[in-house]
């Protein structure tokens, strides 16, 4: 725990930043050096490599000899899913990040949780400003994240959003930037990630908080950086059209629990899936370019399909 500036006893203790790892090594080295770069220095970084081919990762890492950081290495590959979960169990702390493994934190991230963790203790979900970057680290604006940007509630301070409302605005735009996310520690140890999901895992525990009473505070100050890149599970998911029979399925089961719980805006925000259909429409000229019909019919025929 750190002290305040005044000698007074901490209302917040260590930081968890729980990292599962498969991936390029020069993105990981990245993203690892920007939590050493805090300028608040209370954290505690856990790396689960879940048995990605090469051990350079993993010796890279204990090379730096920081004593707030752990690795852990699996002895064979468990998948997305399951590595996410195992990252849930294996923190303890009142606040937790799930950090990718190729993003990168700005140098004062954990300081603005922090703040916001001051001013919004009850929260379940802490969600800062972010910046988009490609796979060479530079600002970019894809039309997904135009399209999600539309989404996003605005202004020029923190939002708070909860309950129907909240589930309105994730289900119909999907805007969240899951790894920059600062997660209620209990809350998120006593809800994990659901089992049987690869794309909308995030997203469902975004619902599950939700409809069990958590609330979202949406911070305008960007301390983060999100990488778009093909490479990424989501992203070649979209572009053979897999993520969106996942998505379609989900969405349907989600419509059905929004309608008996008594949220008809969110039923219909589901039922329509409106950002996620966006999404594979943008991924159409890319299948046909590589001559990829049997793609292409899947990302039309969710394209033009809603839930009724």
Not at 179 to 198: C, E, H, I, Q, S
Not at 219 to 237: C, L
Not at 258 to 276: E, F
Request: aromatic residues 8%.
């Amino acid at each position: 725990m750190r002290p305040d500036e005044r000698g007074a006893q901490p209302a917040i203790a260590t930081i968890d930043i729980m990292m599962p790892f498969y991936g390029r090594v020069d993105h990981f080295e990245a993203a690892v050096e920007s939590v050493l770069a805090q300028t608040d220095p209370d954290w505690r970084l856990v790396v689960i490599d879940d048995h990605y081919p090469s051990p350079e990762a993993g010796r890279w890492l204990l090379d730096i000899g920081d004593p707030r950081i752990e690795y852990v290495r699996h002895e064979s590959n468990v998948g997305i899913n399951r590595n996410f979960q195992e990252s849930v169990e294996r923190s303890t702390a009142d606040w937790v990040v799930v950090f990718g493994c190729d993003d990168v934190m700005h140098p004062g991230f954990v300081a603005r949780i922090r703040t916001l963790v001051e001013a919004h203790p009850d929260a379940a979900m802490l969600h800062p400003g972010v910046r988009i970057i490609d796979e060479d680290g530079s600002p970019v604006r894809t039309l997904v994240d135009t399209a999600k940007g539309w989404y996003r509630p605005s202004s020029a301070g923190t939002v708070v959003l909860t309950g129907e409302d909240l589930a309105v605005s994730v289900t119909r735009g999907n805007w969240m930037n899951f790894p920059a996310v600062a997660w209620n520690g209990p809350m998120l140890r006593a809800t994990g990630f659901r089992a049987g999901y690869d794309v909308v895992q995030d997203l469902a525990l975004v619902i599950d908080l939700c409809t069990s009473g958590g609330s979202l505070v949406i911070d305008p100050v960007v301390t983060f950086d999100y990488r778009r890149h093909s490479a990424s599970v989501s992203s070649w998911k979209a572009a053979d059209g897999s993520r969106f029979i996942e998505e379609r399925a989900f969405f349907l089961e989600l419509a059905e629990r929004y309608r008996t719980i008594g949220w008809p805006r969110a039923a219909r925000a589901a039922r329509t899936h409106l950002s996620s259909r966006i999404n594979a429409l943008t991924r159409v000229p890319s299948a046909l370019s590589v001559r990829d019909t049997a793609s292409a019919r899947s990302l039309l025929r969710h394209t033009f399909t809603t839930g009724g």
